[in-house]
């Protein structure tokens, strides 16, 4: 049934190429991260930030469909001199579930190893089958570790010193 073959998106390794972020990606990207939830401009995910990042010793990987030439997966890593964060990784959703984030995974953990530095995410606890890819590409749980974050500064009143 080609109705069938077309909704199953049927991708091999060559299709794909693995490559680094470039400004004129920024608005698909951006709408990839709108649409796997993990934020975008509205949390000041901009241009700017990613190149500064970069310039910072981070890198922001991209996973390209050879064929179509869309952009279908990112990963972003960040550096703070200490350690490599990754960050905002993610498949495009019709691409997902077709094992294609393990590439887009092992070129991030051969980033953090070629930096010689640790690697730290967060994912969220519902998030089962990106938790089942971290513990496969070796990462541990913390353990009962909880994430606090300030986003907008101007909400945020001095506490009350005595």
Same mark, same amino acid.
């Given at each position: 049934? *080609? @109705? !069938? *073959?077309? /909704? /199953? +998106? %049927? *991708?091999?390794i060559a299709d794909l190429n693995?490559?680094? !972020?470039?400004?004129?990606?920024?608005?698909e990207v951006n709408n990839l991260w709108t649409a796997t939830g993990m934020g975008g401009t509205?949390?000041? &995910? %901009? &241009?700017?930030?990613?190149? @500064?990042? #970069?310039?910072?010793n981070g890198? +922001? #990987?991209?996973?390209?469909?050879?064929i179509s030439k869309e952009i279908i997966g990112t990963s972003w890593l960040t550096n703070d001199g200490r350690r490599i964060y990754l960050h905002h990784f993610g498949i495009k959703p019709k691409y997902?579930? /077709?094992?294609?984030?393990?590439?887009l995974l092992n070129e991030s953990l051969n980033f953090a190893k070629s930096k010689g530095m640790q690697l730290k995410l967060e994912v969220h606890k519902n998030s089962i089958e990106a938790i089942n890819l971290y513990k496969k590409?070796?990462?541990?749980? *913390?353990? &009962?570790?909880?994430? !606090?974050?300030?986003? &907008?500064? =101007?909400?945020?009143?001095? #506490? =009350?010193?005595?």
């Amino acid at each position: 049934n *080609l @109705q !069938y *073959l077309k /909704k /199953k +998106l %049927i *991708l091999k390794i060559a299709d794909l190429n693995i490559r680094d !972020y470039k400004t004129n990606d920024f608005a698909e990207v951006n709408n990839l991260w709108t649409a796997t939830g993990m934020g975008g401009t509205e949390r000041g &995910d %901009i &241009d700017e930030v990613i190149q @500064q990042t #970069i310039k910072a010793n981070g890198k +922001l #990987i991209i996973l390209e469909n050879k064929i179509s030439k869309e952009i279908i997966g990112t990963s972003w890593l960040t550096n703070d001199g200490r350690r490599i964060y990754l960050h905002h990784f993610g498949i495009k959703p019709k691409y997902q579930g /077709k094992g294609i984030s393990k590439l887009l995974l092992n070129e991030s953990l051969n980033f953090a190893k070629s930096k010689g530095m640790q690697l730290k995410l967060e994912v969220h606890k519902n998030s089962i089958e990106a938790i089942n890819l971290y513990k496969k590409g070796g990462f541990n749980y *913390l353990g &009962d570790y909880k994430v !606090y974050i300030i986003r &907008d500064f =101007e909400r945020v009143k001095p #506490i =009350e010193v005595k």
